[in-house]
């Protein structure tokens, strides 16, 4: 694999070959918290560019008149959602050098695709998840994401005080 790094988090697996940008999926919750501390650290130790994005839902606007408002309304609703997210992500990363926030609207694993493939992801950090509850990013996410790129797809462990329903450290492999 890589070369191990003791962080202040866990142990901290540093990917094989060169980093050049650390994308992490990120979401306000303890486990996207501790996402976002994982990929820091990642990037830290690489020396690599950090991008931060939040994926949102996003509604086509098409049909009746009334369905287009209200679509139109939905997604202004969900950028100002994407924006206060990406907004706490940036409280908590602090004043970091190479770092870039971006909103994903849409279908999870499309927007994430389209976002490593826009900053050129070499690695891609994802909170950890437990199975079955539908959340953001889903351990399906993960492996479906590593099978559309060159890059290689981490799942971080989760916070210490977040339960632990999966198994941690799962990490996909380049292909």
């Not at 003791?6 to 142990?11: G, R």
């Not at 901290?12 to 940008?21: A, E, I, K, N, Q």
């Not at 992490?24 to 994005?53: D, M, Q, W």
């Not at 202004?76 to 190479?98: I, K, P, S, T, Y």
Request: overall charge positive; some cysteine.
């Amino acid at each position: 694999m890589g070369e191990t790094i003791t962080s202040s988090l866990q142990e901290l697996r540093v990917v094989s070959g060169p980093t050049r940008r650390v994308l992490v999926g990120y979401e306000p919750s303890k486990r996207g918290h501790a996402a976002l501390r994982h990929a820091i650290e990642l990037a830290r130790a690489a020396g690599s560019r950090l991008t931060v994005t939040t994926v949102v839902p996003h509604a086509r606007v098409n049909g009746c008149a009334r369905y287009r408002q209200s679509a139109v309304l939905w997604n202004q609703e969900m950028r100002e959602v994407a924006a206060e997210e990406l907004a706490g992500a940036a409280e908590l990363v602090g004043d970091r050098q190479n770092v870039e926030y971006v909103a994903g609207y849409g279908e999870p694993l499309q927007a994430m695709t389209e976002a490593a493939q826009q900053c050129a992801a070499d690695v891609i950090v994802l909170p950890e998840q437990p199975t079955g509850l539908g959340r953001l990013f889903s351990p399906r996410i993960a492996e479906k994401l590593s099978g559309r790129g060159q890059w290689e797809v981490v799942v971080a462990p989760a916070a210490p005080d977040a339960k632990r329903t999966t198994s941690r450290g799962y990490q996909a492999r380049r292909r």
